[in-house]
């Protein structure tokens, strides 16, 4: 088990660019998730997959962002035309397959990646 | 109303005395609390979980619940300076497939 890994780790893009963004949760857990975090803030829901199906959707998240999850394994995490309010840190989480395993082992966290635009 | 409300900190306590943290929340359906742990550019790191009212011990940590009051805390015994980091309070509603999320408290150990 090599945890929930996230790539790439930095990313810095000029403003209107579009940007992509991987994750690949623990193999045994059928739960992603897409978080954004900003400086001073704690992390906000953006969107979550069970296997390749995406469940619910943040209003946060406009029709720039856009998030896949392919055969219910890898995640990616697309923004188009970035703007500089897009700057955060996007956290990528997993959990374990049932509601009431997640209740108690809450989620693992990648190690994020960070979103300067320029 | 933010679903989850912590003090933002920073709060200061000398090595070896007891942290503690607290937070608050407004969804009386919440059935799950969570803290973790984030040192400053790294991702949150789950340190504790809680489900039921009343104390659950892990090493030096303690978290607290008290549902009537939708309050849940953290207390660190013994704080070491590399127990300094921004700690969340994440909560669980039942059936829904996410967590909310506080700001987190910042935590000082001074030695």
Same mark, same amino acid.
């Given at each position: 088990?090599?945890?929930?890994?996230?790539?790439?780790?930095?990313?810095?893009?000029?403003?209107?660019?579009?940007?992509?963004?991987?994750?690949?949760?623990?193999?045994?857990?059928?739960?992603?998730?897409?978080?954004?975090?900003?400086? =001073?803030?704690?992390?906000?829901?953006?969107?979550?997959?069970?296997?390749?199906?995406?469940?619910?959707?943040?209003?946060?998240?406009?029709?720039?962002?856009?998030?896949?999850?392919?055969?219910?394994?890898?995640?990616?995490?697309?923004?188009?035309?970035?703007?500089?309010?897009?700057?955060?840190?996007? @956290?990528?989480?997993?959990?374990?397959?049932? @509601?009431?395993?997640?209740?108690?082992? =809450?989620?693992?966290?990648?190690?994020?990646?960070?979103?300067?635009?320029? | 109303?933010?679903?989850?409300?912590?003090? %933002?900190?920073?709060?200061?306590?000398?090595?070896? !005395?007891?942290?503690?943290?607290?937070?608050?929340?407004?969804?009386?359906? %919440?059935?799950?609390? +969570?803290?973790? $742990?984030?040192?400053?550019?790294? %991702?949150?790191?789950?340190?504790?979980?809680?489900?039921?009212?009343?104390?659950?011990?892990?090493? $030096? +940590?303690? !978290?607290?619940?008290?549902?009537?009051?939708?309050?849940?805390?953290?207390?660190? $015994?013994?704080?070491?300076?590399?127990?300094? !980091?921004?700690?969340?309070?994440?909560?669980?509603?039942?059936?829904?497939?996410? +967590?909310?999320?506080?700001?987190?408290?910042?935590?000082?150990?001074?030695?």
């Amino acid at each position: 088990d090599t945890g929930v890994s996230q790539d790439p780790r930095h990313k810095i893009t000029k403003r209107g660019q579009n940007v992509t963004f991987r994750c690949d949760p623990i193999s045994e857990h059928n739960r992603l998730y897409w978080y954004r975090q900003t400086l =001073g803030q704690g992390p906000e829901f953006l969107t979550y997959f069970q296997n390749e199906a995406q469940l619910e959707k943040s209003r946060l998240l406009s029709d720039r962002f856009s998030a896949e999850r392919p055969k219910g394994s890898f995640s990616t995490l697309e923004i188009q035309r970035t703007e500089q309010g897009d700057s955060a840190m996007y @956290l990528c989480a997993s959990s374990i397959r049932t @509601l009431r395993d997640q209740d108690i082992y =809450g989620y693992t966290f990648g190690s994020g990646t960070r979103l300067t635009v320029v | 109303q933010k679903e989850v409300e912590q003090n %933002s900190g920073p709060l200061s306590v000398p090595e070896g !005395a007891i942290a503690s943290l607290n937070c608050t929340y407004s969804d009386r359906g %919440s059935q799950s609390f +969570f803290w973790y $742990r984030q040192y400053s550019g790294k %991702s949150p790191e789950l340190i504790m979980s809680i489900y039921s009212n009343g104390d659950k011990e892990d090493g $030096r +940590f303690t !978290a607290q619940l008290n549902k009537a009051s939708q309050y849940v805390s953290l207390l660190i $015994r013994d704080s070491q300076p590399s127990d300094s !980091a921004t700690y969340l309070c994440a909560v669980g509603v039942y059936n829904f497939n996410k +967590f909310y999320f506080g700001s987190g408290t910042k935590l000082n150990v001074k030695p």
